[in-house]
C-alpha cells in the first residue's frame, strides 16, 4: 500500500468525521439526542477531556484549564509520533494490514485533535441554542476546544432486580459511551493491531502471496519419469 492511498484513506475518514462534527454542532443544541432505532440513538455532547470523559484535573492538582491545555498539546505530540509512525511503515513498504491500521489511528487523532485546537475559535457554545459556525462570539481560544460526540449505543437498557445485592433496582445500561467517527477510526485502527498482530507485524502481504505460491508449487511438483533412449 503506497503513500497516496494511506492519504486518501485518511481525508476520506477526516472529512466524514469533521462534517459530522459541525452538522451536529449547528443543527442541535447540546444533550439533545434523536432515535434512529432503540438501539442507536444520536445524541450530541461534547467532551472536554480524553477517552471517556476523563480529565487529568480528576487525577492531578490542577485546573480544568490547565488539564485541557496539558491534554491539547500532548495530542498534538502524539499526532506527529503516529505521523512519523505511518511515514516509516509506508517507507519499509510495511504489510498493508499495517499501513491501514497506523492510517486509521492517525486520522482519528487528528480529526479529534481539530476539534481541540480550533473549535474553541470558530463555534460559540451550544447551550439552549444552536451553535453558530464561525461567531463572533466565540466560546473559547485555541488549544481549548471541546470534542463533539454524537454517537450512541443504548444496546442494552433495562433496571437490575430488586433482589440482587448493592445494584437492585439501579438502572443498567449497556453501551453507555458516546463517541465519534475518529473515536470509531482510532478503535478500529487498534483492533486491527491487536486481532491481526502477526499478518500486520509480518512481512509485506503481497510477499507473503508470492511465497505461499512458490511453496506451493514446490510441493505439488510432480517427479518426471527419466526418457528411454
Not at 497516496?4 to 439533545?32: P, R
Not at 511515514?87 to 486509521?104: E, F, G, N
Amino acid at each position: 500500500m503506497n503513500i497516496k492511498k494511506s492519504i486518501l484513506l485518511i481525508v476520506v475518514i477526516l472529512l466524514i468525521d469533521q462534517w459530522s462534527k459541525i452538522y451536529i454542532k449547528t443543527h442541535f443544541v447540546l444533550g439533545e439526542s434523536v432515535d434512529v432505532f432503540n438501539w442507536f440513538k444520536i445524541l450530541f455532547i461534547e467532551n472536554e477531556g480524553a477517552a471517556w470523559g476523563a480529565k487529568l484535573s480528576d487525577v492531578l492538582p490542577i485546573s480544568d484549564a490547565t488539564g485541557k491545555l496539558v491534554l491539547t498539546i500532548f495530542r498534538l505530540f502524539a499526532i506527529f509520533g503516529i505521523g512519523y509512525w505511518l511515514h516509516d511503515v509506508v517507507r519499509k513498504q510495511s504489510s498493508k494490514t499495517l499501513i491501514v491500521a497506523v492510517s486509521l489511528i492517525f486520522a482519528g487523532a487528528l480529526g479529534n485533535i481539530l476539534d481541540s485546537v480550533f473549535y474553541g475559535l470558530i463555534f460559540d457554545d451550544s447551550y439552549n441554542h444552536v451553535a453558530t459556525l464561525f461567531s463572533d462570539e466565540p466560546y473559547g481560544k485555541a488549544f481549548y476546544g471541546k470534542v463533539v460526540d454524537m454517537l450512541y449505543f443504548p444496546l442494552v437498557d433495562t433496571t437490575w432486580p430488586d433482589w440482587m445485592p448493592f445494584v437492585g433496582g439501579k438502572n443498567f445500561r449497556f453501551f453507555e459511551p458516546v463517541f465519534n467517527i475518529a473515536d470509531t477510526a482510532i478503535s478500529t485502527g487498534v483492533g486491527i493491531l491487536l486481532v491481526f498482530n502477526k499478518r500486520a507485524f509480518g512481512k509485506n502481504d503481497e510477499e507473503n502471496t508470492d511465497e505461499v505460491g512458490v511453496e506451493t508449487s514446490e510441493t505439488f511438483e510432480q517427479p518426471q519419469e527419466p526418457t528411454k533412449e
